[in-house]
């Protein structure tokens, strides 16, 4: 019965720990969830395959997956091969500078889609998995950024001129890496679907930013990641 | 001589009138231009052969051509076949409502992919040829609109976080489409190159919204628009 249907969400899907998380938190927040993957040109499919197995693993209610090429416009170690990928950096240092991963406006690009899809939809929310605290560098994971596309949403379109503004939610914002994969696990994200990893190898490199920042979240959180990967980082072990 | 290129500016080129005329502002205030034309999902091809005539007589520096499909999200009569393109309805009506022709958060995702392209390329301001005059039904062709996007992309891109935001200018924002016409004329816009129909057909159909309020920006202007038409709506004659 269509009145007894839930509200709708628009959940940012990559595939990767984030953004399942976040469609997880759609899902205990009630709303019933359009899961949205946007294929920019980055390097690897691999991201795509975790995507549509976590939609599903999730029961989300709908999966589109669009394209926004951003790699026609170059500037990103993530779509441009000319550009390499940082690998096997200090994870502290990580948030000191804008790393060579920054894609050009890419959350802009993506919850511009994002606003399409609820829009046409009828969707209330937007659930993105941004976080600013590991990736502080990037300057469309910020909470200013986020707030300033809500209320530019809030004026340019129509439910938002007539009074039922979309909602942007980041419910991981504020946590650090290892407060998520205890979410995750309490909220049952299949972990062991979801794929991290800048490179796109059979197995998950390891030594990538990305995959250095989950391993750590999981050690700190006391936590097995389940997915396997080529190279774990040295750490000191009591003898 | 590097250090004697023009500053650079994204111009959103749809292949009409008002795009082509926001380009020739780009020129006119100095800018070197890099066109884009978002393949939307529109029903019919006609504006972007009119938009690459248009970027070549206006002479870009590139002009790039990209896919947006937001028909896979549906809900308006340009990109779902199922909902009727209005025709023949009395312009001074139109701007009382939200029209059947709205694509839900259109100028949000060609925005957002033009800071992408304008990020990527350091491009310092985005030209959009949105009128807030003749479409004030359309939400996200308004000034409020524009201004919260230009704060958005402030915050979220990486030139704005170092402190130099990419300016959005809407250069025919508070002008009527004859003020438009007499425009483009002074800035020789290869008018004859546009395409303002809503309709795909071999000429422009002279009876939707867009034609209408063309043809009549060139009746009020007092020009006569080099555009075929299907036919041209009955006005009273002087006899």
Redesign the interface.
Known sequence: MPSHRKALAVVLLSGGLDSATAAACAKRDGFDVLALTVVYGQRHARELTSARAVARALGAREH?V?????D?????ALTDPRIKVPRGRNTSSMSRS?PAT????????F???A???????GARAIYIGANAIDYSGY??C?P??LR??E????????T??EGRPIRIKAPLLRKDKASIVRLAARLKVPIQRTWSCYLGGRVACGTCDSCLLRLKGFREAGKTDPVVYAARPLRRRKR
């Open positions: 589109k669009v394209e926004a090429p951003l026609r416009f170059g500037g990103s804008i920054y894609v050009p406006a890419r959350n802009t690009v919850l511009a889609l606003a399409a899809y609820a829009e046409a939809r300057p469309d910020r200013e950024f300033a596309f209320r530019a949403l809030a004026r340019g379109t129509k938002g001129v």
